[in-house]
Structure formats: C-alpha cells, structure tokens
C-alpha cells in the first residue's frame, strides 16, 4: 500500500493541473496515468483557450468580460441543447479561465491573440504556441518541480471505500494490483468516454462503431465512479463524428517544433504584429496536417466514394456515420473541375482555422500531394486513387443521371477531374461527463457529494456544454485547478 494525500488519476492537462494546484497547497500528491507519457487528448488537441480580460485584449483596446462570455456561449447552442447545460459550472468557467490562462502563462506557455470566432461577440480565442504539446511539456514540467509523484502504466481497477467515502484507488501499476490511499481524496481526471465501446453503444449508439481521436479515452473514470454512485450528465450529447483527412505520412514542421522560448517568443511577436499573409503558407501547412473538409464540398456536388470506388451515402444526410463502415474505415471525395476551380477562393474553402486561416484546394495541392489527386477523365482518376475504373465512372454517370435539382448541387462533367482523401471519421469528445457540483466533487443523483471523490476536464464535465474552440481546454485546466485545490483543502483538515 502506498499513501498520499491526493491522488490524481489521470496525466491530461485536467491531471497535471489538478496535481500541481494540489502540490502548490503544500499536499503530497501521486498521479496515475495508465498511458507511458503524459498529455491525454490536450497534446492531441488543436490548442485554443477561450477566455476574457487577458492582456492580449487589453493590448488591443478590447474591454470584455466574463458576463459577456457566459452570454455568448448560448449562441453555440441550439433551444434543445441549451435546456441540458448547465449554467452553474458554466459560470464556473467563464469567471475562473481568465486566471487559468495566466497560470499558464506563469509556468511557461506561449499564446497569441485573440482571435475571432463567431458567433463570439468579441475576440477572445488565444492559441498556444508552437503547438498543443507545450501544454505537456510545461505542465510535466510544473509536476516534477512541484514534486508530484508520476506513475506511468497504472491502471485503475476500482475506487477503495470505507463506509460511503472514497479513500483511495486500486490500481496495477505492471506488478500487481496495490493500493494508493488518499488522506484528502481521489481527483478522476480520466477524460471522455469516446474510445469505449460500450458505453457508445449505451449512451450514443449511433456512432458505436466510430473511432475516437483519443484511442485511450475509455472512460475509466465514468466506470469506477457509476459502480458506487456517480453518474453521468448528458451521456447523449457528443462532438463528431465528424470526417478528417488522414495525418500526412510525415508530420509537420509545425507539429515538430519544440515548445522552449527561443521558438516561441519569436513566434509570438511575429504573429501580433506582422500581416497573416506573411505565415500564411506556414499556418496552411499545418491545418491541412490536421483538419477536416468543410461540408460545404459536399453541398456542392462532391461524391464520397470508398476504396471499392462505390458511392456509400447521401452525403447531405450524415455521411460521418457511414465512412466507419467502409473498407479500411475511409473515403474519398472526387469532384469536377467546375467544383474544384470554385474552391480556390473566398468565400468557398476547403479547411479553417478559426479566426487563423483558410485552406483553399490549391494548399491541399501543395502541401498534400499524398492525398490529392487529379486526372483528365474519371477513369484515369480511378486509376491515380488506386479504386476500380469501372465502378467509379458507374457511380458518377449514376448521380448525375439522378441528380436532384432542388438540392442545389450541380453534375460532376467537366474535366479534369479531382479527388481528396483519404478522409476518416472521428468522435472528437463524448461531452457526457460526471455529475459533479461546483467545487467539482462527484455527486450522486439524489444530489449528495460522495466524500473523498473529485472529477475534472471531462470526467467531470458535469452537464456544462463545451461548444465552440478554446472551451475543453479552458474547463480541464480551471476545473483541475479548483479540484486540486480543494482536495488538498480536504487532506489539511484529515490532519495531513
């Protein structure tokens, strides 16, 4: 048996930071994280906080607010979301993040803006630099000065209680199951449930068979905590799926770049204060590494065929749902020359970055040459996509010999013609976390707190609704904050 007073389970930004507040409290803490590095879904996010106030606001003569950013959250949300949320947790965020961000700022990160992204009234989206790793980096880095105990490969078994008090975890570890007890208590920081089976096909089944972009992401901490009373709030609700274009077979400069100073303060500066234009073709390499294909290519008259060169879906109903069935988990969008020259300029990209840059098809055919392809007649496009002729040319003279008018897109005719892809279908986050309440402690349905047990990021989610860039970050960071904080609260008052 091993002791502690706070035990952290969970190595994402919710975990370190949860460990750290807690170690800054002058508690002793160990951090479980059953993965062998550190990071969970923040070092694979795209990395944006969201928050009001900041200095970068203020720099730029923006006077903004926590009320401002409360109001503007609904705006995300559509009348039958916004009954599920919330509001007290949300409320939580807004006024917290904006110390959350200078905490960041403290130990190390580099952010610039803000940037717009409606329906946000106000800019107010900061972007770390040089890429969602920094978080790992610095946040790891804050850990081991504050002297947390890291164990890597510790897999949680199960909570240890005494009466209706959880007073530790059972975790293995690689040598056998032991116990970690908690003199304060136990923070789950164990992230969303996207990644596990079943409980997509309990709470979403839908988007059962859809991978998630956080393959550890099994919802270890929704499990532990049902079996002796938790529950989860809006386990219905979900981000995704939605289709991405497969990661290039080398990653990008940006994505490999170190997250020390000597880079990033000269990013910083460089990016407030010359013209975008100037890192354009840099910041578009970097989202056509990352990012999604707008809807809007499909709306236009672009087919999605699979590796068989079959049209598989309607693509204006939900073709996400349908590219996991396919062969390989994959698809293509092939188009014409009318549609491709259509979006080579504003106001028709193919990817964005909100608030950052846009993508336009000839960035793709610049910078993703592994996944575009082009061809005088749609058979020798079949030929280039490695996808049967015959088939392919069918299924094109099929739609459009059945094209429907209404629907506003248009006859795929005009050579030469293009393809993009592979393009996979992704669950980004499951936003069904732990009932918790506002000083995050778990709670049962009848609304009692379980003693002894936090969660936080998105574990501990706790019915408020994310939407929107910046948000998921901003909660897994104030939340693990808070719950550090009081759990090292808790372990001072055991006596610790």
């Known amino acids: 048996m091993e002791s502690a007073d706070v035990i952290v389970v969970g190595g994402g930004g919710s975990g370190m930071a949860a460990a750290i507040a807690a170690a800054e409290s002058g508690a002793k803490v160990i951090l479980l994280e059953k993965n062998p590095h550190l990071g969970g879904t923040t070092r694979l996010s795209v990395g944006s906080i969201t928050a009001t106030g900041t200095r970068f606001q203020k720099a730029k003569g923006i006077h903004d607010t926590p009320d401002e950013h409360f109001n503007d959250m609904s705006l995300f949300l559509t009348p039958e979301l916004a009954e599920k949320e919330n509001l007290e947790l949300r409320r939580v965020l807004v006024d917290h993040v904006p110390e959350t961000l200078e905490w960041l700022i403290s130990i190390g990160l580099c952010f610039y803006g803000p940037m717009p992204e409606p329906p946000h009234n106000k800019p107010r989206m900061h972007n770390v630099l040089p890429n969602s790793r920094a978080y790992a980096y610095y946040l790891e880095k804050e850990c081991r000065r504050q002297g947390v105990d ?10 240890i209680m005494e009466g209706d008090a959880v007073k530790g975890i059972l975790a293995d570890g690689g040598s056998g199951l032991c116990e970690f007890r908690a003199r304060g208590a136990v923070i789950l920081a164990t992230g969303d449930f996207s990644a596990s089976e079943t409980l997509k096909k309990q709470h979403v089944p839908h988007a059962a068979q859809v991978d998630a972009i956080n393959p ?21 609700v979900m981000w995704g799926p939605s289709m991405r274009f497969k990661a290039p077979p080398v990653e990008t400069l940006l994505r490999r770049l170190p997250p020390y100073k000597w880079v990033t303060k000269p990013l910083q500066f460089a990016l407030m204060n010359l013209p975008m234009w100037v890192f354009r073709p840099f910041v578009t390499r970097f989202m056509t590494a990352s ?12 087919l999605l065929v699979n590796r068989k060169g079959e049209r598989f879906t309607n693509e204006l109903a939900r073709p996400e749902l349908d590219v996991p069935k396919q062969p390989g988990k994959e698809a293509f969008l092939v188009f014409d020359d009318t549609l491709a020259k259509a979006f080579e300029a504003w106001p028709n990209f193919v990817s964005t970055a909100p608030g950052v840059a846009y993508a336009y098809l000839k960035d793709y055919k610049a910078t993703r040459p592994d ?17 049967p002729a015959d088939t392919l040319a069918r299924q094109v003279r099929q739609y459009n010999a059945g094209l429907d008018a209404g629907d506003g897109r248009k006859p795929l005719v005009n050579g030469p013609f293009h393809a ?34 936090f969660a936080v990021g998105s574990a501990g989610q706790g019915g408020t609704i994310l939407a929107g860039h910046g948000h998921h970050i901003g909660w897994a960071m104030t939340s693990g904050r808070r719950a550090g904080r009081f759990a090292a609260e808790l372990a001072r008052g055991n006596g610790s």
């Open 150 to 159: 890291i164990r890597l490969n510790a897999k949680i078994d199960r909570l």
């Open 216 to 236: 550890a992401s099994t919802g270890d901490g929704h499990v532990v905590a049902q079996r002796i009373g938790g529950w989860i709030r809006n386990p219905e």
């Open 420 to 453: 993009l892809g592979p393009v996979l279908s992704w669950i980004v986050f499951t936003e069904g976390g732990l009932a918790v309440t506002a000083r995050h402690e778990v709670i049962k349905p009848d609304g009692a707190p379980i003693p002894g047990l």
């Open 371 to 387: 996944l575009y392809y082009e061809a005088a007649t749609v058979e020798d496009l079949a030929h280039k996509m490695g996808v």
């Open 291 to 302: 990012l999604a294909p707008e809807p809007s290519m499909l709306r236009a008259g672009a």
